[in-house]
């Protein structure tokens, strides 16, 4: 639900710090006089208008964060549930329009779109008090924070990790979990010997997974393109970058079959090849490992295992954070409100009880993280663990571009398939980013 990446015209742009309050009239755009305190709005008489994304939060935990909002500011909540097809469009009209919804579930490399086309609240003021005491994870921080400001509340985060099959991992010999990168390898050479079947990949890894792909650039300290004074330069060129594809070459050309070369996620469903035993592991989110056992209910959580993907050095790989915040909208006449709303359903309590405790992701914050790993079932400690090192894409409002025309796919598909080399498809895919990330907003 978070492998898809998830602008309105309010006439100010960013370079103007978003004059919120000529697009509302609830006079609590931020302020650059200093840190404000969310006001204790009364709100008895009026609705405040939420869109969730279908599947980001349990009825449940929404029925909780709702309740505590209704108690505290006297207003009641529409919910309005949204599914994934087209929400970009759909989000981009409706905040331009007068009457948007307060606030908005958005995912987390969405933000800086919507934000550089004054759709969004500037919440920087408010930073501190959000925060109520905790470390956001930077994973969903850095991507909510444009030209050093903040434009969208962590929500709840998916980290990825790798999914393994302990039955077939033991029949192939392989009993404990590899810490270091060297140990992954030895223990797949093992489950590909076991297991000589052409459809089989010890370690099931589409070609165009680019969410994998980056954990092995940004591990050899590649970057995908790095900012100084507004001005974006692609970086997969880059002597570091260029270790990581050819380590994400041979990996993925040793491991995993060789129709998945030039495959994405999605057709073959990676999880549906895991979950027929064609695969003895595969990077996924947490999410995933209730679709395995629906999808074949002889796996259970005794059968699997997971852990992060780790380097030479023993330490996990940075992992590309998947996840959501809360936006409000620029153009909305109950900030205040939408404001109370974001606080309470990032704070630790919602956050611990509900995002962790019920739907399973992972909380916000670091700290929330380190206390879930102490409660958290076996099965899902290697999300967290994952989690505490995490990564994001490059924080432009031109970066889906780069998505949605599907370059970053084409990057990673193009090494692994051999059609071009690393250094061609890099400098294809620099061409690309130079012209995305440094065209006009």
Request: proline share 4%; glycine share 8%.
């Amino acid at each position: 639900m978070t492998y898809a990446r998830r602008a309105a015209l309010c006439a100010v742009g960013l370079a103007s710090a978003l004059a919120l309050t000529a697009c509302n009239g609830s006079g609590t755009s931020a302020s650059a006089d200093g840190p404000q305190k969310v006001a204790d709005a009364k709100g008895s008489g009026k609705t405040l208008t939420v869109w969730v994304m279908q599947d980001d939060y349990s009825d449940e935990s929404l029925a909780a964060i709702k309740k505590e909002f209704t108690e505290k500011t006297g207003a009641e909540v529409k919910l309005e549930t949204q599914s994934w097809d087209g929400i970009t469009t759909k989000i981009t009209t409706a905040l331009a329009t007068d009457t948007p919804p307060d606030v908005i579930d958005i995912g987390n490399t969405q933000v800086a779109g919507f934000a550089a086309s004054g759709g969004l609240m500037d919440l920087t003021s408010y930073a501190k008090d959000l925060r109520q005491g905790e470390d956001w994870l930077p994973g969903l921080e850095d991507p909510a924070t444009v030209d050093r400001k903040l434009y969208g509340v962590p929500g709840f985060a998916a980290a990825r990790a790798v999914i393994y099959n302990k039955t077939i991992w033991k029949k192939a010999g392989v009993t404990t979990e590899p810490k270091t990168y060297e140990e992954l390898t030895a223990a797949l050479d093992k489950i590909k010997a076991a297991n000589t079947v052409s459809d089989f990949s010890a370690f099931y890894l589409p070609g165009q997974d680019w969410y994998t792909g980056l954990q092995f650039v940004w591990d050899k300290n590649g970057e995908i393109a790095t900012e100084d004074s507004g001005k974006w330069t692609a970086g997969m060129s880059s002597a570091q970058a260029q270790e990581g594809l050819a380590q994400y070459k041979r990996f993925q050309n040793t491991y995993s079959r060789t129709s998945s070369r030039t495959a994405d996620k999605v057709s073959p469903d990676q999880m549906q090849v895991f979950a027929d035993g064609k695969a003895g592991a595969f990077v996924a989110t947490s999410a995933q490992v209730n679709q395995i056992k629906q999808a074949n209910p002889k796996i259970k959580d005794a059968d699997l295992g997971t852990f992060p993907l780790p380097n030479s050095k023993g330490e996990a790989q940075p992992v590309m954070l998947g996840g959501a915040v809360w936006g409000v909208a620029a153009k909305s006449k109950q900030q205040n409100l939408a404001l109370q709303w974001t606080k309470i359903a990032a704070s630790p309590d919602i956050q611990s009880k509900w995002i962790f405790g019920h739907d399973g992701w992972n909380p916000n914050s670091t700290v929330g993280n380190v206390k879930a790993e102490t409660s958290v079932p076996a099965v899902l400690k290697g999300f967290f663990e994952g989690a505490r090192n995490t990564r994001a894409t490059p924080a432009s409002a031109q970066w889906t571009v780069l998505e949605a025309d599907k370059s970053i796919n084409k990057l990673f598909s193009d090494v692994a398939s051999g059609k071009k080399t690393t250094a061609q498809a890099a400098k294809t895919f620099d061409a690309a980013t130079d012209k995305a990330l440094n065209a006009a907003g």
